[in-house]
Nanobody, 127 residues
């Protein structure tokens, strides 16, 4: 399993931008499809976005489409989540995940599709 560590969270104001990073260990990083999930207090862990192992395919939850962008640099074993025009409802703990599931042309991913998880990083968006 991949070892994953998120960074980049913090407290920002509505309309601001933030970039999260997820650093993975090992040469196997480039073999894994990756995703971001988030969990707000007292809510389920929700899918945010997905990127294929090569980086050629991405998918997003409808709630973040057009505002968030996922990318990865396999040479650095790192995945990124660029978040623009942040809203208070984006407040959550953000988790990165690695797995082997890939569904072309869909954003229907769940936590069960990913076997490795980071510890999470808090993002708080104030009004």
């Amino acid at each position: 399993q991949a070892q994953l560590v998120e960074s980049g969270g913090g407290l920002v104001q509505a309309g601001d931008s933030l970039r999260l990073a997820c650093a993975g260990s090992g040469r196997a990083f480039r073999m894994y499809h990756m995703a971001w999930f988030r969990q707000a207090p007292r809510k389920e862990r929700d899918f945010v976005g997905f990127i294929s192992n090569s980086g050629s395919s991405t998918a997003y939850a409808d709630s973040v489409k057009g505002r968030f962008t996922i990318s990865r640099d396999n040479a650095k074993n790192t995945m990124y989540l660029q978040m623009n025009n942040l809203k208070p409802e984006d407040t959550a703990v953000y988790y990165c995940a690695a797995g082997t599931t890939y569904r072309s042309g869909t954003n229907a991913y769940s936590s069960a599709d990913f076997g490795s998880w980071g510890q999470g990083t808090q993002v708080t968006v104030s009004t």
